[in-house]
């Protein structure tokens, strides 16, 4: 029940939840901290002749005479869903009904994280019912009057996307091991360099350059808004051109994609707190 989110609430301690641009979250990650935002991320620009991976966030924003920034900002809202456990069907009476109807199915973990995109899709986007989202063409949800936005889940965390400009957005845990079906991908999905950076796959940090690599596939086709419905080992062309940045979740890689420059601000939600709000 609601009353029961408000005492783990309260047991669990929870102070003010602090927006922060960039945040250096708790989760360890093995890569340097970008030495601008001390997100642990690293940035780059797909196109013929240019690359920049894992050099963090890269130099500060081009500015107008009147000093205001040129460059785009993407707010990542991200969520870890595992307080949710106990709590399902709280979430579902203060989720649109799609997300409760969805929750109802599968493992868990996925359960959780349909409830957690629930609650982040209701705080972010004023969605409280199904109404509220429409899709396109592929299927990519839109908000009418609403930002620009795009929603990825997996090991147990939500991150949801916000842009004025169409935005993809991807989450993809690290292989424990490189495995045949994660080999078949690399060799029909990765350029030269990026088959070069996996490699044998032997290593932690060659598992997480599959991960980043398939990510930024998967947030460039998001944001296009046709997903796999366009093969882009049919039309390579169409990953010309995209900003990325990515970021390490302890075991899984997030990737951002926006077809100008942009900053990725990070907001980590607090889980319970967010659910206490609508009980």
């Not at 785009?72 to 991200?78: G, Q």
């Amino acid at each position: 029940s609601c009353r029961a989110v408000r005492r783990a609430r309260r047991r669990r301690g929870m102070g003010t939840l602090a927006s922060t641009w960039a945040t250096a979250w708790s989760w360890t990650a093995r890569t340097p901290a970008c030495a601008r935002c001390r997100l642990r991320c690293g940035t780059v620009r797909m196109g013929r002749g240019s690359s920049r991976a894992g050099d963090g966030c890269g130099a500060s924003p081009s500015r107008d005479d009147g000093g205001a920034s040129l460059v785009e900002k993407v707010v990542v809202h991200v969520l870890d869903c595992a307080p949710l456990a106990g709590h399902e069907d709280a979430c579902r009476g203060v989720v649109a009904p799609m997300y409760a109807r969805r929750s109802e199915v599968g493992p868990a973990r996925v359960r959780l994280e349909t409830l957690g995109g629930g609650l982040l899709a209701r705080d972010v986007l004023g969605v409280t019912a199904d109404a509220d989202v429409s899709y396109g063409e592929y299927g990519k949800p839109r908000v009418a009057g609403g930002p620009e936005f795009n929603l990825t889940n997996d090991v147990g965390i939500v991150a949801l996307a916000v842009a004025k400009r169409p935005v993809g957005i991807d989450l993809e845990e690290i292989p424990a091991r490189y495995r045949d079906v994660e080999d078949l991908i690399t060799r029909k999905y990765y350029d030269e360099a990026e088959r070069a950076a996996v490699g044998d796959g032997s290593t932690r940090e060659r598992r997480a350059a599959w991960a980043r690599a398939w990510t930024r596939r998967e947030a460039i086709l998001k944001a296009m808004g046709t997903g796999f419905a366009v093969d882009p080992r049919k039309r390579p062309e169409v990953l010309l051109g995209w900003e990325l940045r990515s970021a390490e979740l302890g075991d899984a890689v997030m990737t951002c994609a926006l077809d100008v420059p942009f900053e990725m601000s990070v907001l980590r939600r607090d889980a319970l707190r967010l659910l206490a709000r609508y009980c």
